[in-house]
């Protein structure tokens, strides 16, 4: 019993310092292509989280500050939605993701949870490498829910990605923990204060 308070501390300490994720498209982009298609990749599962209204593109055209694999929107055509839209199966925090303008110029973006936090970026042509990509970050606690707004609401064209968060251990499970640790201590207190009852009237 005495070796199981050691292991439930050690749980209680990795829970309160979960390691951050990074979701980045690469595996699930491979071998798509550049021109957006108005075809949704959605719902898109990946770990706890998911993702609703975009669709998978590798070297997205038209978006040179991220070539890599992405998940892009767009109003032109199809069936893309604006916003994107991200739910978790699990609360998180720290959550930050960078969000790339393929649009005209000067167009705002918007990053809101379902706390009521949000943030905004204006961001500058999307031919431009500079100043046509930003990082949104929301440091909550608790998130489970998260969109991404294109502020024209006709013919939006963006994309996401490097999705970054920290899972946040639910507080149920580690009162349950605590409360166990506790019990198994208290039990441990109890067999030794009776071995050493025993001991003495020996």
Not at 114 to 143: E, F, K, Y
């Amino acid at each position: 019993m005495l070796r199981l308070i050691p292991i439930l501390a050690i749980a209680l300490l990795s829970m309160a310092h979960a390691r951050a994720s990074t979701i980045d498209f690469e595996s699930q982009a491979a071998g798509r292509g550049g021109a957006l298609t108005g075809i949704p990749d959605s719902p898109l599962v990946i770990g706890i989280a998911t993702f609703t209204g975009g669709e998978l593109r590798h070297a997205e055209i038209g978006l040179p500050a991220d070539q890599t694999g992405v998940y892009a929107t767009e109003g032109l055509f199809g069936s893309d939605g604006n916003p994107l839209i991200i739910t978790f199966s699990m609360p998180v925090t720290s959550l930050s993701l960078l969000v790339l303008n393929g649009e005209a110029a000067n167009q705002t973006y918007t990053l809101f949870n379902n706390l009521g936090d949000s943030v905004h970026a204006q961001l500058a042509l999307p031919g431009s490498l500079q100043n046509s990509a930003a990082t949104l970050s929301l440091s909550g606690r608790g998130i489970t829910a998260v969109s991404v707004q294109s502020a024209n609401n006709d013919f939006w064209n963006f994309a996401i990605d490097n999705v970054t968060f920290t899972p946040v251990p639910e507080e149920s499970t580690c009162l349950l923990l605590a409360g166990g640790a506790g019990f198994l201590a208290c039990a441990s207190r109890r067999r030794r204060s009776n071995h050493c009852v025993r001991g003495a009237s020996q």
